[in-house]
């Protein structure tokens, strides 16, 4: 008797959540990685969207089902736009640890991993950084309580979004690009000062192999670099997690 009454008044409830935590979890920072077993996604995706389960208004079985389509397709939409903001921070952090990893010469680590898996040095370094502090703030359990609170702004039977779904994904990944060419750009521009210098050497000395003069010398540089630069980065990272619950914020007021 109980498990029909869940099903009569809370099954399609259960459905539109897990619509909504899956888009959630397939962009999320830490949450949308490999190395979490796709079981585990699951059982996460299950239990969060149950215990969520009591904010909710039952949604009657007989809804037609053009409606339950709709609903599940914009459920799942808010947990992706949600996710999104969340992986602008690190994909940002990502995005420039690879340009930097291009300019510095360690880009060639990518094609010479024994693991045979793309990852960049350096991009792998500023990326876990990134992930530190964002953890360290609780900027997963930000997400989640949007998620939550999504609920009174978002219901769950809705089969219509008052928003540009194309503008928003445009908007934030041009705003992802331009934070990781901020990230990156002082040690971009260390490093073109250093190409133009060695360029002048080359050309001064012709009898010195800049080549192979050029690159340990980039890459001690970017090493003492990157030791000046680490505390900035974090602190970037503490401001964007911090703007995250502000965004999110933002997102669900309207």
């Keep these: 008797m109980e498990l ?10 259960w459905g539109m959540l ?10 999320t920072p830490l949450l949308s990685g490999r190395f979490i077993p796709t079981t585990v996604k ?3 995706v299950l239990s969060l969207s149950y215990m969520m389960l009591p904010q909710t208004n039952s949604i ?3 809804t037609p089902v053009i409606h339950i389509v709709l609903s599940l397709t914009n459920n799942f ?14 994909g940002a952090f990502s995005i420039a640890g690879e340009l930097l990893g291009v300019e510095s010469g360690f880009g060639l680590a990518t094609s010479m991993d024994p693991t045979m898996e793309e990852s960049p040095i350096i991009g792998q370094f500023v990326f876990l950084l990134a992930i530190f502090v964002f953890i360290s703030l609780n900027g997963h359990l930000v997400v989640y309580e949007a998620i939550l609170d999504s609920i009174k702004i978002f219901p769950l039977d809705l089969d219509f979004l008052d928003f540009n779904f194309t503008k928003f994904i445009t908007t934030k990944f041009v705003e992802m690009f331009f934070i990781a060419l901020k990230i990156g750009l002082p040690v971009i521009g260390y490093m073109f000062i250093i190409n133009v210098l060695l360029g002048i050497l080359s050309r ?8 192979m003069v050029g690159i340990p010398l980039k890459s001690l540089l970017v090493f003492l670099i990157f030791l000046g630069m680490v505390p900035l980065w974090a602190e970037t990272s503490a401001k964007l997690t911090i703007l995250l619950e502000k965004t999110l914020e933002h997102f669900l007021s309207g």
């Design 42 to 44: 699951v059982f996460l």
């Design 18 to 27: 897990i619509s909504r935590i899956t888009g959630m979890f397939i962009i």
């Design 4 to 13: 029909f009454d869940f099903v009569e008044t809370q099954f399609l409830n």
């Design 60 to 62: 009657p079985l007989n």
């Design 77 to 90: 939409i808010v947990g992706f736009a949600m996710g999104l903001m969340a992986f602008m921070i690190l």
């Design 204 to 211: 001064l000395v012709p009898q010195m192999n800049v080549f």
